[in-house]
C-alpha cells in the first residue's frame, strides 16, 4: 500500500531541545517537502527536496534542518534555534512531469505530525 | 507578499446546491494550479487540479476553472454534501521556481444536511 507516512503524530519536547519529524515515502517520488501550518492559516513551505543527496530551503527555513540521504526518507530537525516551533508539520511527496498534455506537479501529503513544544 | 489568495474565509452551503471557491493569483509564472481538500489535523487529500494550457478540469463533482487573463481560478463542487465540510487550499506551482507549491489561506466550508 504506497503512501506517505510521518511519525509521531503527537510529539511533545521542552523548550531548548532539538527534535526529529520522521517522514517515509514508497511512492518511488523524487520530490519531497516538509511545510508547517500554524491555526487558521495556509501552509508554508520550510525545505524542499528535488533529489537525493540536494535540498533547498523554502520560505522560512530559519531554526530547520533537513537531510535526504535516502530516496524514501526526509527527516526534518526542529533545532532550538526555532522561535516558535509548536505547529502541525506536514511532509510532502511528488514527481514532477512536463509533457505535451502541459504539467503535473501534484504533492502528496501525510498525515502530519503535531509538535508541541512546552 | 501573498502570491495566492481565497479571499472567502469560510463558506456555507445548503447540501445538494453547489459549493463555489475562489482564488487569485499574482505571479504569472504559475503554470500549474490544484486544490486540496483538509481535514483538521489531517494531511492535505488533493482533489483537482489544472494545467494553464487548460481552462476547466473536470472530475466527478468537482470542477476546477481557470481563467489566466484574470489570474483566477475557482473550483465548483456540485452536488454539495456534507461530507464535503473541510478546508479547501488552492495552490500554485511554477515550473521556473523548482515544482515548489504556493498555497491560498484556505477557505472553510460547512455543507448543512
Known amino acids: 500500500d504506497g503512501g506517505i507516512t510521518q511519525s509521531p503524530k503527537y510529539l511533545f519536547r521542552k523548550e531548548g531541545q532539538n527534535v526529529t519529524l520522521s517522514c517515509e515515502q514508497n511512492?518511488?517520488?523524487?520530490?519531497m517537502y516538509w511545510y508547517r501550518q500554524d491555526p487558521g492559516q495556509g501552509l508554508r513551505l520550510i525545505y524542499y527536496?528535488?533529489?537525493?543527496?540536494?535540498?533547498q530551503k523554502g520560505d522560512i527555513a530559519e531554526g530547520y534542518s533537513v537531510s535526504r540521504e535516502k530516496k524514501e526518507s526526509f527527516p526534518l530537525t526542529v533545532t532550538s534555534a526555532q522561535k516558535n516551533p509548536t505547529a502541525f508539520y506536514l511532509c510532502a511527496s511528488s514527481n514532477p512531469y512536463s509533457g505535451l498534455a502541459g504539467r503535473t506537479d501534484t504533492q502528496y501529503f501525510g498525515p502530519g505530525t503535531r509538535l508541541t513544544v512546552l | 507578499d501573498q502570491q495566492v489568495k481565497q479571499n472567502s474565509p469560510s463558506l456555507s452551503v445548503q447540501e445538494g446546491r453547489i459549493s463555489i471557491l475562489n482564488c487569485d493569483y499574482t505571479?504569472?509564472?504559475?503554470?500549474?494550479f490544484l486544490w486540496y481538500k483538509k481535514y483538521p489535523a489531517e494531511g492535505p487529500t488533493f482533489l483537482i487540479s489544472i494545467s494553464s494550457i487548460k481552462d476547466k478540469n473536470e472530475d466527478g463533482r468537482f470542477t476546477v476553472f481557470l481563467n489566466k487573463s484574470a489570474k483566477h481560478l475557482s473550483l465548483h463542487i456540485v452536488p454539495s454534501q456534507p461530507g464535503d465540510s473541510a478546508v479547501y487550499f488552492c495552490?500554485?506551482?511554477?515550473?521556473?521556481?523548482?515544482?515548489?507549491?504556493?498555497f491560498g489561506g484556505g477557505t472553510r466550508v460547512l455543507v448543512k444536511p
Open positions: 527536496s528535488q533529489i537525493v543527496n540536494d535540498f
Open positions: 495552490a500554485a506551482s511554477a515550473r521556473a521556481a523548482g515544482n515548489k507549491l504556493t
Open positions: 505571479n504569472s509564472m504559475f503554470d500549474y
Open positions: 511512492l518511488n517520488h523524487d520530490a
